[in-house]
């Protein structure tokens, strides 16, 4: 199953490292590419996706735009601390349109998933929708 809006899952944007009210965090799960969060243009950048419920995800696609590495890490607590690791991605550069990056989960199970922008192709950058495949609940 693909979900484009998480929000519709009842998942949250819990955590963002910087927010601009014309583009705030919460456009990361609307479903919706138009719409977007941006960065305020320092690295690393960050955002926390909380799910209701703990969550089995095979897979998360990340839609975005000038984003470099992305770390993606993981907890099963309640709480939004003490995250593993689950990867470590290079995204290519595209120009003119978006970055789309399917990056596989094998399954992991998750309460809060944890993205982190450690670099970017210019100053800013942008998420436009993280969606997830294989969702069971």
């Given at each position: 199953?693909?979900?484009?809006?998480?929000?519709?899952?009842?998942a949250?944007?819990?955590?963002?490292?910087?927010?601009?009210?014309?583009?705030?965090?919460?456009?990361?799960?609307?479903?919706?590419?138009?719409?977007?969060?941006?960065?305020t243009?320092?690295?690393?950048?960050?955002?926390?996706?909380?799910?209701?419920?703990?969550?089995?995800?095979?897979?998360?696609?990340?839609?975005?735009?000038?984003?470099?590495?992305?770390?993606?890490?993981?907890?099963?607590?309640?709480n939004?601390?003490?995250?593993?690791?689950v990867?470590?991605?290079?995204?290519?550069r595209?120009?003119?349109?978006?970055?789309?990056?399917?990056?596989?989960?094998?399954?992991?199970?998750?309460?809060?998933?944890?993205?982190?922008?450690?670099?970017?192709?210019?100053?800013?950058?942008?998420?436009?929708?993280?969606?997830?495949?294989n969702?069971?609940?």
């Amino acid at each position: 199953m693909i979900d484009s809006s998480l929000s519709s899952l009842g998942a949250k944007v819990v955590v963002a490292a910087s927010s601009d009210e014309n583009h705030p965090p919460e456009n990361i799960i609307d479903g919706n590419t138009s719409t977007f969060w941006t960065s305020t243009g320092m690295f690393p950048q960050e955002f926390i996706i909380r799910f209701a419920e703990s969550t089995q995800i095979s897979a998360v696609t990340v839609d975005s735009y000038n984003v470099k590495q992305l770390k993606i890490e993981k907890n099963t607590s309640p709480n939004a601390s003490q995250f593993e690791s689950v990867t470590e991605q290079e995204l290519k550069r595209t120009e003119g349109h978006l970055q789309s990056n399917t990056i596989l989960l094998n399954g992991s199970n998750a309460t809060h998933l944890r993205f982190i922008i450690t670099s970017g192709y210019d100053h800013f950058v942008s998420v436009h929708r993280v969606s997830v495949q294989n969702v069971q609940t």
